[in-house]
């Protein structure tokens, strides 16, 4: 058995976290630029934009198994010594992405009129939902390549290359966004074609990248029935385990909707600062599954309690950076997203709740990267599930009893970043107390 020296370890797992931490904060950026720029438009834009984000992520969230499942098969193949097949499985996965992304493009823009009326908004904020939706919908084939081809290279312990790819698609992002939305005057449907367009752009890059990997190693660029079936297998458990999240997410939106439209733009200013803080957390996560991975394919039992230990400890301290650097700013993120005085004052009681909640959300983020990257993907999907059972009734009595305002916002926020993250880490925790989620092997 081979053990990694401490220095060695810790030099691992920053050379996967520093550049992964800069790719992961790039995409929640892109609906960061999206919120400041229609937030400028007015409070009806930004609400609209609230609800198609809240669908885009649910959609391209419960795909998220195609890159939670083709990093850990990569890797582990990688750790193994079989470098040309890792990238064949990450090129299967690619292909699964762009047919899911293409059935997923079609049917959405088709239903997106009943999707958003579902969230009884406002007719003006209805309104902006549709057109911003129905256009986004034709990227998420991009984004859900773009997913798998992140998960091969990351696989092959590659943090680098997305770092490049994500912050040249943000930056086309921005500009475009800027030019079509206050240039050209397309309003809310200039935020969404701009986006659209950086994110096929970043489609391209990767296309480049892995057929380069395909002939450096051997490995065919044409899809796999094999690679297919099993990517299927895998992320079947991790399609549940999303799913239980995004029930969670879109529940929350939903009671925020009921709060009033105000409160709506305000969740969505916070919720849009947690999924950037998540994705930065979440930076160590995608350090464990790699390392984890590559240990378990190479038979280093040892390195993976080892990674385990370490990107935990990160992990919680990381977290008390970030909800230092939140609380400290709470007062001004409303005025940035919307110059709105009045809405900074809604949402800063939100924003320090979260604040709070970062050193237990950075704790759930890593053990969520260790779990996945292990492959014990089972486990998550039936713990997803039973993390919805406290949070059902939280939810309900925030709805019936929080009323609106700055108070009703903060009552929501302390159910989601409270209730529902402390569920998560203790089902997460328990898990990695024992030794039955790991499986050594290619």
Aim: proline residues 4%; neutral net charge.
């Amino acid at each position: 058995m081979v053990t990694t020296p401490p220095v060695t370890l810790n030099r691992s797992i920053l050379r996967l976290a520093v550049p992964a931490l800069g790719a992961l904060i790039a995409e929640p950026l892109f609906l960061i630029v999206d919120a400041a720029m229609v937030g400028h438009l007015g409070v009806a834009p930004l609400a609209g934009l609230g609800i198609a984000s809240a669908v885009l992520q649910t959609i391209v969230g419960l795909m998220v198994f195609l890159a939670y499942s083709t990093t850990p098969a990569v890797a582990r193949r990688y750790g193994a010594g079989e470098p040309g097949r890792a990238v064949s499985v990450g090129i299967d996965g690619m292909w699964l992405a762009l047919a899911l992304g293409a059935v997923l493009a079609a049917v959405g823009s088709i239903v997106t009129p009943l999707v958003v009326d579902v969230f009884g908004a406002a007719p003006d904020v209805a309104e902006n939902a549709r057109v911003y939706l129905s256009i986004s919908m034709w990227g998420l084939p991009a984004m859900l390549v773009v997913f798998a081809a992140t998960g091969l290279l990351r696989g092959l312990q590659d943090t680098v290359t997305p770092l490049w790819i994500a912050g040249v698609g943000f930056a086309a992002n921005a500009a475009l966004n800027a030019l079509f939305i206050y240039g050209l005057g397309w309003g809310i449907a200039g935020s969404a074609i701009g986006t659209v367009a950086a994110q096929w752009g970043m489609v391209g890059a990767y296309v480049v990248v892995v057929r380069a990997l395909a002939r450096r190693h051997d490995a065919s660029i044409r899809p796999q029935r094999e690679g297919w079936s099993g990517t299927a297998r895998s992320g079947g458990w991790l399609f549940l385990r999303t799913l239980s999240l995004r029930v969670a997410f879109l529940a929350t939106v939903a009671v925020a909707t009921g709060l009033g439209s105000a409160e709506l733009a305000g969740w969505q200013i916070a919720f849009t600062i947690f999924s950037t803080a998540a994705f930065a957390l979440d930076a160590l996560a995608i350090a464990a599954q790699a390392l984890i991975g590559h240990a378990l394919g190479a038979n280093e039992t040892e390195t993976v309690q080892r990674v385990l230990g370490r990107t935990s400890a990160w992990g919680i301290w990381f977290g008390v950076g970030v909800g230092a650097v939140l609380a400290a700013s709470s007062g001004v993120i409303g005025l940035v997203f919307t110059g709105d005085a009045e809405i900074a004052a809604l949402v800063q009681p939100a924003l320090l709740v979260l604040a709070v909640a970062q050193p237990l959300a950075g704790f759930v983020f890593v053990l969520d990267g260790v779990l996945i990257g292990a492959g014990d993907a089972r486990y998550l999907a039936l713990a997803g599930v039973l993390n919805l059972v406290p949070y059902a009734p939280a939810l309900a009595l925030v709805a019936l009893f929080a009323g609106g305002g700055p108070a009703g916002l903060a009552w929501l926020a302390a159910a989601f970043f409270g209730v529902y993250m402390l569920a998560r880490a203790v089902t997460l925790g328990l898990r990695v107390r024992g030794r039955a989620w790991m499986t050594a092997g290619g």
